[in-house]
Nanobody, 128 residues
């Protein structure tokens, strides 16, 4: 039974910081590329950041580059999203996701449709 559980969301003022955590269970964690997505009211779920199975490669949406940092700790089967200099536009439900890319030369994914497992989401609200 694969389970991804996000935590760390909350209410912060613009310019503040939050760190989200994603705890994984029921899978061989270091086989999986991890991704973060977000969904604001009235909008589709959009890509935020992704990290390869060993943390050796990362990729970010243009809207968060320089402000967000994705990381992982395979010994703890956990992924993280450090969010700094938050803006009201960052307000959304944030989801972590996992995909096994196997032996593919591609080690990252920014495509929602490629991910196999999803967490329940955690609310991030940034006030102005």
């Amino acid at each position: 039974q694969v389970q991804l559980v996000e935590s760390g969301g909350g209410l912060v003022q613009a310019g503040g910081s939050l760190k989200l955590s994603c705890a994984a269970s029921g899978l061989t964690f270091n086989n999986y590329c991890m991704g973060w997505f977000r969904q604001a009211p009235g909008k589709e779920r959009e890509f935020v950041a992704t990290i390869s199975w060993n943390g050796g490669a990362t990729y970010y949406a243009d809207s968060v580059k320089g402000r967000f940092t994705v990381s992982r700790d395979n010994a703890k089967s956990a992924a993280y999203l450090q969010m700094d200099n938050l803006r009201p536009e960052d307000t959304a439900v944030y989801y972590c996701a996992a995909v096994d890319l196997g032996s593919s030369i591609v080690v990252l994914s920014a495509k929602r449709s490629e991910y196999e497992y999803w967490g329940q989401g955690t609310q991030v609200t940034v006030s102005s």
